[in-house]
C-alpha cells in the first residue's frame, strides 16, 4: 500500500489509494501517519475530480425597473448637453425625450392600445400607420 522512495535528500512517501477500514475514517488514519513521521514528505494520489461549482448564484436583483427613458419605436434616449449660464458656466445636464402615454387606435386589432412614445414617434404613426411602425421596430401588438 504505501512505498517509500528516496530523491537525493528528501524522503518521499507515496500512497495508493486505501482501502480505510470501518473503525476509523480515512483522514484519522492520514493525520497519524503524518504525525508519527515527521520531516519525511506525504504525498497522495488523488484522481482527478471535477471542479468544484459555487453554492452562491449570480446576483439578479429580484425587481427590475419597467419604464425607461426610451422610446421603444424610434430608439429616442436622453442627450448629454451642457447647461451654458450667462457667465458662460458649463455643467453637465440630460435632455430626455419627449415621452407621452398615448391611446392608439390599433385597426388590425379593432381596439386602443396604450403606449408610451415620444411625440417624434407619433408623429411616425400618424403619417405611416402603426402597424408599420411597430413592424419595422419590431414590437408585438398583441402583448400589449
Not at 435632455?95 to 386602443?112: H, I, P, S, T
Not at 408610451?116 to 419595422?136: F, H, P
Request: proline share 8%.
Amino acid at each position: 500500500m504505501a512505498t517509500l522512495a528516496t530523491l537525493g535528500s528528501i524522503s518521499v512517501l507515496r500512497f495508493q489509494k486505501p482501502v480505510p477500514p470501518k473503525t476509523r475514517p480515512s483522514s484519522q488514519l492520514l493525520g497519524f501517519v503524518t504525525s508519527q513521521l515527521s520531516g519525511v514528505k506525504i504525498s497522495y494520489d488523488i484522481p482527478d475530480v471535477a471542479p468544484i461549482k459555487p453554492i452562491s448564484a449570480p446576483f439578479t436583483p429580484a425587481v427590475r425597473p419597467l419604464a425607461r427613458r426610451v422610446c421603444p419605436f424610434t430608439g429616442k434616449k436622453a442627450n448629454k448637453a451642457n447647461k451654458v449660464s450667462f457667465s458662460n458656466h458649463k455643467t453637465k445636464k440630460l435632455q430626455f425625450v419627449n415621452l407621452q402615454y398615448k391611446k392608439v387606435w390599433w385597426e388590425a386589432g379593432k381596439r386602443y392600445v396604450k403606449l408610451r412614445l415620444s411625440t417624434k414617434a407619433l408623429k411616425t404613426i400618424e403619417k405611416n400607420g402603426l402597424d408599420a411602425v411597430a413592424k419595422k421596430a419590431g414590437i408585438d401588438l398583441r402583448k400589449e
